[in-house]
């Protein structure tokens, strides 16, 4: 059977799109914070903080046992992105005490490119000529950040292992979108967001 396209409720698209953008700031902060924190601490170490504050944040909800709905239907699925982002913070980690942040972010911006790319290449999605064209000047603007590395003038090592977590930021989003069961809120949840069904 052909796939059942649910129409999207603009209200829903810009509750998203808040969301995401909420989200975002909260990305650069945690970033900021870690770039200063791993000038004094080991990058693994970090990462471990990191995690175990994150653990402490969300054990109360945990464990106050209202919200089930988190509980994994794939588990398989949540093994196998959670096994792609272990690769992607730890190298992310490593190379962010070495570079400044502004690289750093730099380079992160080609996540979309790969996630573009394994779309097309894994997923079979067509994909139009203007993203290709984005995804183009995206990797440009990423090219004139390394330039000065590839010249020899700049931390070259750090740069192309903060490129190396890139595909695995990037299949932590594929996993999830070819997952055959629902990888987080089960239908009844709050704030479901509309998805195919097979």
């Given at each position: ?45 970090g990462q471990f903080f990191r995690y175990g504050f994150g653990l402490l944040l969300a054990l109360p909800f945990m464990l106050s046992g209202r919200v089930s709905w988190l509980r994994p239907n794939n588990l398989a699925g949540h093994l196998?992105?959670?096994l792609a982002q272990t690769i992607a913070i730890t190298l992310f980690n490593l190379a962010l005490k070495h570079l400044p ?98």
């Amino acid at each position: 059977m052909n796939p059942i396209q649910a129409v999207p409720d603009p209200r829903q698209t810009l509750k998203a799109i808040a969301w995401a953008v909420i989200a975002g700031v909260c990305l650069v902060a945690m970033n900021a914070s870690m770039r200063v924190a791993l000038q004094t601490l080991d990058p693994l170490v970090g990462q471990f903080f990191r995690y175990g504050f994150g653990l402490l944040l969300a054990l109360p909800f945990m464990l106050s046992g209202r919200v089930s709905w988190l509980r994994p239907n794939n588990l398989a699925g949540h093994l196998q992105r959670g096994l792609a982002q272990t690769i992607a913070i730890t190298l992310f980690n490593l190379a962010l005490k070495h570079l400044p942040l502004a690289d750093a972010v730099a380079i992160m911006f080609t996540v979309p490119i790969f996630v573009l790319l394994g779309a097309a290449l894994f997923l079979r999605e067509r994909v139009a000529a203007n993203r290709w064209l984005a995804a183009g000047v995206g990797l440009a603007g990423v090219l004139i950040v390394l330039w000065p590395k590839l010249a020899g003038t700049g931390s070259l090592t750090w740069s192309l292992v903060m490129l190396g977590s890139v595909p695995f930021w990037a299949a932590t989003f594929l996993i999830t979108k070819t997952s055959p069961g629902p990888m987080a809120p089960k239908p009844s949840s709050p704030g479901r967001t509309c998805r195919s069904r097979r």
